[in-house]
């Protein structure tokens, strides 16, 4: 199973930029589908942006034009480049990673393999 670090949070001030980090280990990053989600306080999991083992990209509406997800299998690491943060992009960033998209797409923990996160706070 593959292990996820994440990285690259922090306080920033709406129009700022941030890019988050997800260091892979214990398996292949490359036989992996990988996402980003995150949670606001008292919300559910939103998926931010998917990036398959193609190099396929898809992002929700709310970030589309703004974030931009990547992936470099040499270096076992995933990124979420942010620009133009709001206040509603607060929110704790996971990292995520399943073989089947199926699983990748349920966005909650014990489907796939997911991160502790990382804390990303644009304040209003």
């Known amino acids: 199973q593959i292990h996820l670090v994440e990285s690259g949070g922090g306080l920033v001030q709406p129009g700022e930029s941030l890019r988050l980090s997800c260091l892979a280990s214990?398996?292949?990053?490359?036989?992996?589908?990988m996402a980003w989600y995150r949670q606001a306080p008292g919300n559910q999991h939103e998926m931010v942006g998917t990036v398959f083992t193609g190099g396929t990209t898809t992002y929700s509406d709310s970030v589309k034009g703004r974030f931009t997800i990547s992936r470099d299998d040499d270096q076992k690491s995933v990124y979420l480049q942010m620009n133009s943060l709001k206040p509603e992009d607060t929110g704790d960033y996971f990292c995520?990673?399943?073989?089947?998209?199926?699983?990748?797409?349920?966005?909650?923990?014990?489907?796939?393999?997911w991160g502790r996160g990382t804390q990303v706070t644009v304040p209003s």
């Open positions: 995520v990673g399943a073989r089947n998209v199926a699983t990748l797409q349920a966005g909650r923990p014990g489907y796939g393999a």
């Open positions: 214990g398996d292949n990053l490359s036989r992996y589908h």
